[in-house]
């Protein structure tokens, strides 16, 4: 079946930090790899997503890299703000279908000054 | 309408009681998905609607969970006989009806049992 594993937090960081926020599957075939926030008291939004390998989604200054190599799509930002304190959500897709997307749990983010 | 609306907002009911959540998908979306997330918890798959259809329920808890969708628009999902362990947020999504299309999110139903 299909799962996400993705860091545990909460992760707590200085403005201006780099983050990584680490995120790996299992699936069968060639799912596609989305990133989801959730700022607080909003609902979730996508982030980025990448629907095949090597690709990068990219937004706001996220990145994530689709590593086959790996089952991988870590969640980078070179200098976090603020305004970033908020849950990410890792999530896959498979295709073939408007198939739902397994999430990972969550990895809230804290960003001081 | 402008994006996934969800009713009521905040629920709070007392156990053994019925509950009925609503979602209004974005217009012209064909796949609708509801989610539950508990406290401290992920994302927890529950149901798929391609139109009227549920190609998809394998997420559904128990025999108290149910979801219809008319229309090919709005979607009810009803638990039966609450009981504490249903407290939770209940998300509901929609997208266009091919898995290159995303998917988006409604704000929630936060549902609390006493």
């Known amino acids: 079946g299909n799962s996400v594993t993705q860091m545990e937090g909460p992760v707590t960081l200085s403005e201006e930090a780099f983050l990584t926020i680490n995120c790996t599957y299992t699936?069968?075939?060639?799912?596609?790899l989305f990133w989801y926030v959730q700022y607080p008291g909003e609902g979730l939004q996508l982030l980025l997503k990448a629907t095949k390998a090597d690709d990068k989604g990219s937004n706001k200054g996220f990145e994530a890299t689709y590593r086959k190599e790996t089952t991988s799509f870590h969640l980078e930002k070179g200098s976090v703000q603020v305004s970033d304190s908020a849950v990410y959500f890792c999530a896959l897709r498979n295709t073939g279908t408007a198939s739902k997307l397994t999430f990972g749990t969550g990895t809230r983010l804290q960003v001081t000054l | 309408g402008a994006g996934v609306s969800q009713s009521p907002s905040n629920k709070v009911t007392e156990k053994g009681k019925d509950v009925e959540l609503r979602c209004d998908p974005i217009?012209?979306?064909?796949?609708l998905y509801w989610y539950r997330q508990s406290l401290g918890q992920g994302l927890e798959f529950l149901i798929y609607f391609q139109g009227n259809s549920a190609p998809d329920k394998s997420g559904l808890p128990s025999d108290r969970f149910s979801a219809e969708r008319t229309g090919g628009s709005v979607s009810t999902l009803t638990i039966q006989r609450t009981q504490q362990e249903d407290s939770a947020v209940y998300l509901c999504?929609?997208?266009?009806?091919?898995?290159?299309?995303?998917?988006?999110f409604g704000e929630g139903s936060w549902l609390t049992v006493v």
């Open positions: 999504a929609s997208s266009r009806g091919t898995e290159r299309n995303t998917i988006y």
């Open positions: 217009s012209g979306h064909t796949a």
């Open positions: 699936a069968t075939g060639y799912p596609s």
